[in-house]
């Protein structure tokens, strides 16, 4: 439920920071200030996942996430919003997300037998990725025929459903652990992160993609369907077309067994990617830009069931959320600078442009990555 609603989210702040001001710049920034309190309270959120129980960390996020995007859809519907205050918001929903991540990674081991790891992370995949099929086509239709602060207000009903669904779910309790100071523990995670190589080098691999192409087709790409493939509906079917593609990826995912699970969707990011990025960057028709969204979306889906698979697999259930932390952190510690530069950078070199650097960064990363030994090699427990 909570992924229904962060799947209109983006559509809807988007096109609420654009009808409000008319700047990408102007977006760049509110997403910056949603990203920053998600980069620095990422660590200690890893911390009280392992330190509570995961349930309880993530009720709090769902119900702090409700009520800023509330407060949000209220401001918006009113007319009475300022950029100051939608950023203010949005910096909420940022922290509060960064307690929820690890928490919701590491709970699902406590679930699920070992050997079901890989389905029971497909399978949270598949639900979500229905979800990214929905929420764009219902963020475009709300949008369209209403106004942004809907799309918000949705979100906001999405939490209050997802909370509701956590206080149902029986408590599991933790096995108890000594308890020490939250510096050590931080650093307990990082060395246990930094101790695998096929998983400190990717993760560094995404902090640069995700902060140098990512970040601008986050910023710019909605200014682009906007002005030039036919408005939030263009945008939305890109958007739907990424989220079908990930269902697809899901259905694979669910039975597919690589010895080196990391080699395929890593080979897909060098080609994919980058042509995704490149053809809305050249105005493509949205035809085939879609077809690209497609296979971009069946990729990542793979990717991600099998990292959380050999995250979940190769580190000990007791600093899972630490280390998982360290992982979340690294994908999105350059985002808040690359949101908040993709604005001024483009309206510089221009739009296309700047797209075109994030399609070149992106394969370069990409081939880098599956050049190391460590991470081309890197083979999950036989099961």
């Known amino acids: 439920m909570s992924s229904l609603g962060n799947r209109v989210a983006p559509v809807a702040l988007a096109f609420a920071v654009l009808d409000l001001t008319g700047s990408v710049s102007d977006l760049g920034v509110v997403l910056a200030a949603q990203t920053i309190p998600l980069v620095v309270f990422l660590l200690a959120g890893g911390v009280w996942a392992d330190r509570l129980g995961r349930r309880a960390v993530m009720l709090v996020s769902d119900v702090v996430r409700a009520a800023s995007q509330g407060m949000s859809a209220v401001l918006l519907l009113t007319g009475s919003a300022h950029l100051w205050q939608l950023a203010a918001l949005q ?15 590491a709970l699902v081991p406590e679930t699920v037998p070992a050997d079901e790891l890989q389905q029971a992370n497909a399978t949270l995949a598949l639900s979500e990725n229905l979800t990214a099929v929905i929420g764009p086509a219902i963020a475009g239709v709300v949008v369209a025929a209403l106004s942004p602060g809907w799309g918000l207000g949705i979100d906001a009903v999405t939490f209050i459903g997802s909370a509701a669904c956590l206080v149902a779910m029986p ?15 931080l650093r307990a995670g990082w060395s246990s992160f930094r101790a695998r190589a096929w998983l400190w080098i ?11 192409a990512w970040a601008p ?8 369907a906007r002005l030039s493939l036919g408005g939030p509906g263009a945008w939305a079917a890109i958007a739907v077309a990424l989220g079908v593609g ?9 039975r597919a067994r690589p010895r080196h699970p990391l080699r395929g969707p890593l080979a897909m990011f060098v080609i994919v990617t980058p042509a995704m990025i490149g053809l809305l960057a050249a105005h493509a028709p949205l035809w085939v830009i879609i077809v690209f969204a497609l296979l971009d979306g069946a990729s990542g889906t793979v990717f991600n069931t099998l990292w959380f698979t050999a995250l979940q697999s190769d580190v000990p259930a007791a600093e899972l959320a630490r280390v998982s ?13 690359g949101q908040a530069a993709a604005g001024p950078i483009s309206a510089a070199i221009g ?11 992106t394969m370069v990363l990409f081939a880098a990555a599956l050049a190391v ?5 890197f083979s999950l427990p036989a099961r």
């Open 91 to 105: 910096a909420v929903y940022g922290a509060a997300v960064a307690f929820f991540g690890p928490a919701s990674l």
């Open 171 to 185: 408590v599991i309790v933790a096995a108890p652990r000594p308890r020490t100071s939250l510096i050590h523990e």
């Open 202 to 212: 990717t993760v560094s691999c995404f902090t640069l993609y995700l902060g140098f």
């Open 217 to 224: 087709w986050q910023v710019l790409a909605p200014q682009v």
């Open 246 to 254: 990930s269902v697809g990826g899901g259905l694979v995912a669910l």
């Open 325 to 337: 932390s360290w992982d979340y952190l690294g994908s999105v510690a350059l985002l808040p600078i």
């Open 351 to 361: 739009v296309s442009t700047t797209l075109y650097g994030a399609a070149a960064i």
């Open 373 to 377: 030994p460590a991470v081309r090699n």
